[in-house]
C-alpha cells in the first residue's frame, strides 16, 4: 500500500500533536510550558554564568520564569482561543490587530509590575543583587512589546500550523475515499450501512441500559420494515422518508447518554412528493457517527428540510471542536456514496455542498424531485 503524504503519517503516529482528545490536550500544552520553563531557566543561568554561584542562579532563574509563566500562558491563550477564532478565522483582521494591541498594552503592564514589584524579592531569597531597570522608558516598552509578543506569535504560528495540517488532511481524506468508492459503487445502489451501526448501538444499550430497550425496538422495526421492502424501490414517499428519518433520530436520542441536542424542522408540503430511498438518512447518520467521536463541551445537531413545488432543501449541522476537523474522527463514505448516488439519479438537478468551518460542520443538499431518472 502507497504510503500517504509525510503530514498523514505524522498525524497517524503523534496524537500527542494532533488528537483533540482532553488527555492528549493537557500532555501536549503540560509538556510545551515544561520546556518553555527549563528553556528560559537555562537562557538566564547562561547570561548569568561566571558572576553569581551556580546553586542562586539555577535557583533564583527557575523560581523566576516558574512564576511569570502564568502571564505567559494567559496572553498566549488569549491569543490562539479568543483573538483568532473570534476575529482572524472570521476575517475580521483590523479588530483582531487592535485587541491584540490592546492585550499587547496589558500584558506589559503586568510584566513590568512583576519585574518591579516581584522579582527584587525573589532574587534577594538566593543572596541575588536586584535587577537594574533602564529609566528609559520607551525602549523598556519596546523591549517588552518585542518580546510578549515574539510569545504570542510563536503561540499563534503553532495553532495556525497545526490548523493547516489538519486541512490539508481534510482534502487527502476526501479524494482518498473518492478513489476507495468509484469501482465498487454499482448502479446507484446504496447498503443502508447505518442500520447496522443502530443495531450495534441497540445491543450495547441492551446490557448497559436495558430499560430502555423496549421503546427502541418500535422504531427499529419500522426502520427494519423500511429498509427490506423499500430499499429497492426507484422512489418512495417523501413523508414516509422523513418520518423513518425522525424515528432514526429518536432512536440515537435515546441511545446517547451525552446531553445530545437535536432540533429538527421541517417546513412545506410534503404531499405526492416522492424522492429516491437513503438519500437524507445516510447522511443524518454520517452526523451522528461524527459528533459521537467528537470531543466537544456541547454536541448538537441542526436539521432543516423545505420543501417548495417539487423542489427539496436540507440543511444539516453539527458542532465540531475549533481545532480540528469532523474527517479526522471517522470516514465520510455516506457522503461520498450520497454523491455518487444522486449523479446517478438526480443528474444536474441536485447541489450537494459541503461546508467546514471552524465550529459547525454543514452539509446543504438540494434536489429537484421533478427530474429524477427512473
Known amino acids: ?85 473570534r476575529f482572524l478565522y472570521k476575517g475580521h483582521y483590523i479588530q483582531m490587530a487592535l485587541l491584540w494591541m490592546l492585550f499587547s498594552l496589558v500584558f506589559i503592564v503586568a510584566f513590568r509590575w512583576y519585574n518591579h514589584q516581584i522579582v527584587p524579592y525573589i532574587r534577594e531569597m538566593f543572596d541575588m543583587p536586584p535587577p537594574v531597570f533602564s529609566k528609559n522608558v520607551a525602549w523598556v516598552f519596546l523591549d517588552l512589546f518585542y518580546q510578549i509578543n515574539m510569545e504570542g506569535g510563536l503561540a499563534a504560528a503553532i495553532k495556525l500550523g497545526k490548523m493547516w495540517a489538519i486541512k490539508q488532511q481534510e482534502l487527502d481524506l476526501l479524494k482518498n475515499e473518492k478513489q476507495h468508492i468509484e469501482p465498487t459503487l454499482q448502479a446507484g445502489a446504496l447498503q443502508p450501512v447505518f442500520l447496522i451501526n443502530t443495531l450495534d448501538k441497540v445491543e450495547q444499550l441492551s446490557v ?101 413545488d417539487g423542489h427539496f432543501h436540507m440543511k444539516l449541522g453539527w458542532s465540531k471542536p475549533i481545532d480540528s476537523s469532523t474527517l479526522m474522527n471517522g470516514n465520510t463514505l455516506s457522503l461520498q456514496h450520497t454523491g455518487r ?25 438540494k434536489i429537484n424531485l421533478n427530474r429524477a431518472i427512473t
Not at 42 to 47: A, E, L, S, T
Not at 220 to 229: A, E, M, P, S
Not at 352 to 364: A, M, Q
Open 208 to 308: 448497559t441500559r436495558p430499560s430502555s430497550i423496549p421503546g427502541m425496538m418500535k422504531k427499529l422495526k419500522n426502520l427494519l420494515l423500511y429498509v427490506i421492502y423499500d430499499n429497492n424501490q426507484a422512489s418512495v414517499s417523501l413523508e414516509k422518508e422523513l418520518s423513518l428519518l425522525e424515528e432514526y433520530i429518536g432512536l440515537e436520542k435515546a441511545g446517547n447518554s451525552d446531553g445530545l441536542r437535536v432540533m429538527v424542522k421541517i417546513m412545506g408540503n410534503l404531499s405526492g412528493e416522492r424522492i429516491a430511498p437513503f438519500i437524507i438518512l445516510p447522511l443524518v447518520e454520517n452526523g451522528f457517527r461524527q459528533l459521537a467521536t467528537l470531543d466537544v463541551p456541547e454536541k448538537c445537531m441542526e436539521l432543516e428540510v423545505r420543501v417548495d
Open 1 to 85: 500500500m502507497k504510503p500517504g503524504p509525510p503530514y498523514l503519517q505524522i498525524m497517524a503516529v503523534n496524537p500527542l500533536v494532533f488528537s483533540n482528545n482532553r488527555r492528549y490536550r493537557i500532555a501536549r500544552h503540560s509538556l510545551f510550558w515544561l520546556l518553555w520553563i527549563i528553556y528560559y531557566t537555562v537562557f538566564n543561568m547562561v547570561y548569568w554564568q561566571g558572576h553569581h554561584p551556580f546553586g542562586a542562579t539555577l535557583g533564583a532563574s527557575l523560581v523566576e520564569v516558574t512564576l511569570s509563566t502564568p502571564l505567559d500562558m494567559a496572553f498566549c491563550y488569549s491569543i490562539i482561543y479568543y483573538l483568532l477564532p
Open 341 to 365: 448516488r444522486l449523479n446517478l439519479l438526480y443528474p444536474e438537478s441536485h447541489e450537494l455542498k459541503v461546508t467546514i468551518t471552524t465550529e459547525r460542520f454543514i452539509v446543504n443538499l
